[in-house]
């Protein structure tokens, strides 16, 4: 067996920032957008192309790395394909984490090579020093971008060039990495001449099974049903529609009392993301990090997770509509070529390392039979070249894989002359950042004081992702009338929310399987998904137009509720009934909310209990005795 591919991060640099210790992964947006990082910039854009470039017969390419994700299903470092996935299981995060390191590691490789061959020996120490201090950047999807000021895909993604910074003052204009992935080859990727290598699907149950293997390059909404195979085989980039996705549905100026303001657009998925790292949201490690049901841990909040918005953000960034468009991101098999997975992957890696700061003491801390322990080798991923296998408990303290992220630093006042950080000056500056960026809770506080405002409300989801033969669905939730086709549902004025399961079929290809996926679907395993309503609920209340609701008192939510919350399931663009997902189970709970003004202090959400009565005789509906208390 030849040695397998030694993964231990970038090292740390030789000339260190007195001011980072340890290099950070920043927001992508800032990092490009610093004149001071022209010098990385430059480099990794060059990594990329030449990553990109790089023959699909080498382990080191970006295809084969891409393909680790699902498809194709081939042997990666002396690992048989099929057996990568961790998708729906409590090493979901802990699985990407040794995944974007090698994207970073492969990058700064290639970065040295860059270096040595075409850096000038005048600028070499130079140019060496940047690449050293690089990281790879994250897309923070739950906040506005400082370039768009709205919720946006990378500024850099939108671009089909890019000009760069080269040595002696120059500049150069190449073609954008990031905007596409094109096949080197140069042919379609499912093509017979790519050999082992091609992307063959044979899970008819999956509508995008005959695109995918006819594109030579990714897409973004870019592949419509019935339109010729020229339009989009080279790869389409809406990028427009993509914005127009993470900016649905949109949130409003609760103090606005005259309905006449356009929307502040506070982003549901930032109020999401706000709620994750809320204190004790989830009673487990188990809970937070994957979209899994374990039945030990039933009901309340547990149904919110990084998974659970993670798979969201896929759809929102790819499309999964036949008649507006779908792209690769959408789909779990070809999800990895689309350069933006890899941005989006880092923000999650992001978003764990800020809960596990958080929560230090939770970590694989109620497993029950059959769940993945953090000493199961990550596959395909090795620590060395004698095959020793990454684990979760490996990749447990990030810091010591050589990067750190840009808000996660602590700050010099934070350490004690020992040098040990003090959590109790170090944990206040990364509450004020959390609620400076994702929370609706200052227009809580200063919403008009009305009966039941200090209730919060939320809807559970309990769905099977196998339910359509692991072809990926979605529910869309609206509080008011549902009108129009299938495909308005995302931009729908009265949508409040929606989940996309992010699944595929347990077959990837001829002869091969997805060995989790088959497991969780003989097992009859579930998954959980959350739509939080306080919001919208509000501000319908403070709407004249909304005669008879005037209040958030149980009493109140519970007869409008039952009047108004509908859902709609979707797959493709095409509408389907809830009969064809028989295992769902949809209710709606009451909490309470704490919130305070203190901006070191992130607010509270507990004592949660079933409304069952507002989704009684609705398709899909729970009821008491499936135990979802």
């Known amino acids: 067996m030849p040695p397998s591919y030694p993964l231990k991060g970038i090292p740390l640099p030789t000339v260190p920032d007195p001011n980072h210790p340890i290099p950070v992964r920043q927001d992508i947006d800032i990092w490009y957008s610093n004149p001071d990082n022209a010098v990385q910039v430059s480099l990794f854009i060059q990594a990329m192309i030449k990553f990109q470039k790089t023959d699909y017969n080498n382990p080191l390419s970006y295809y084969q790395v891409s393909g680790i994700h699902s498809l194709p299903v081939a042997e990666w470092d002396n690992v048989p394909g099929g057996e990568y996935c961790n998708h729906n299981t409590a090493t979901f995060p802990t699985w990407h984490r040794p995944y974007v390191l090698l994207f970073e590691q492969i990058l700064y490789e290639l ?76 042919i379609p990727m499912g093509d017979k001449r790519m050999g082992k290598y091609a992307i063959t699907i044979v899970d008819k149950n999956n509508p995008s099974t005959p695109y995918w293997v006819q594109c030579v390059a990714t897409s973004k909404f870019g592949v419509i049903k019935n339109t010729p ?234 769905y099977d992702r196998y339910a359509l033969n692991g072809k990926s669905y979605s529910i869309y939730f609206f509080i008011g009338t549902v009108e129009g086709e299938a495909n308005s549902y995302s931009q729908h004025p009265n949508q409040v929310g929606s989940i996309y399961t992010f699944s595929s079929g347990v077959d990837l290809s001829q002869g091969s399987s997805c060995s989790n996926c088959k497991k969780q679907k003989e097992s009859g395993a579930m998954s959980m998904a959350q739509i939080h309503i306080t919001v919208p609920l509000l501000k319908h209340a403070q709407d004249p137009a909304k005669e008879g609701f005037e209040n958030l008192t149980t009493d109140a939510v519970t007869e409008y509720l039952t009047a108004n919350l509908h859902w709609k399931a979707t797959s493709a663009g095409e509408p389907i009934g809830m009969d064809q997902l028989p295992r769902t189970k949809i209710y709606v709970l009451k909490g309470t909310a704490e919130h305070t003004p203190d901006v070191n202090h992130l607010s509270h959400y507990l004592d949660y209990s079933p409304i069952w009565e507002a989704c009684a005789g609705k398709p899909g509906a729970a009821h008491p005795a499936d135990g979802l208390a």
Request: proline share 8%; aromatic share 12%; charged share 20%.
């Open 111 to 186: 970065m040295l090579e860059i270096i040595e061959k075409d850096v000038p020996a005048d600028e070499k120490t130079l140019w060496k020093i940047s690449a050293s201090h690089w990281r790879f950047p994250y897309w923070d999807w739950a906040v506005k971008s400082k370039l768009t000021q709205n919720y946006s895909v990378p500024k850099l993604l939108t671009m089909d060039k890019v000009t760069i910074k080269m040595p002696h003052m120059k500049t150069q204009t190449v073609e954008n990495p990031l905007w596409q992935f094109t096949n080197p080859a140069g």
């Open 229 to 462: 195979p020229e339009k989009w085989i080279h790869g389409v980039q809406n990028w427009e529609k993509a914005n127009d996705a993470l900016q649905h549905p949109a949130w409003y100026d609760l103090n606005d009392t005259t309905g006449t303001k356009p929307p502040l657009n506070l982003g549901s998925i930032g109020e999401a993301v706000y709620r994750m790292f809320s204190p004790n949201y989830f009673d487990s490690w188990q809970a937070f990090a994957s979209t899994l049901y374990n039945e030990k841990h039933p009901g309340g909040t547990n149904f919110l997770s990084l998974e659970y918005i993670h798979n969201n953000i896929h759809g929102f960034a790819g499309g999964v509509d036949l008649k507006t468009g779908i792209g690769h991101m959408g789909d779990v098999p070809v999800a990895a070529f689309d350069p933006i997975f890899w941005l989006h992957h880092c923000n999650v890696d992001r978003q764990c390392a800020i809960w596990q700061t958080l929560n230090p003491n939770k970590w694989f801390d109620a497993p029950t039979q059959g769940d993945n322990l953090p000493t199961d080798p990550l596959k395909p991923f090795h620590t060395d070249t004698q095959s020793t296998p990454w684990t979760s408990q490996l990749t447990r303290d990030w810091t010591k894989l050589g990067y750190q992220y840009d808000d996660l630093e602590p700050p010099k006042h934070t350490y004690s002359e020992h040098g040990v950080v003090d959590r109790n000056l170090y944990l206040p500056g990364i509450k004020k950042i959390l609620n400076e960026c994702y929370t609706t809770r200052d227009q809580l506080l200063n919403a008009p004081d009305i009966d039941g405002c200090k209730n919060d409300y939320i809807v559970n989801i309990l």
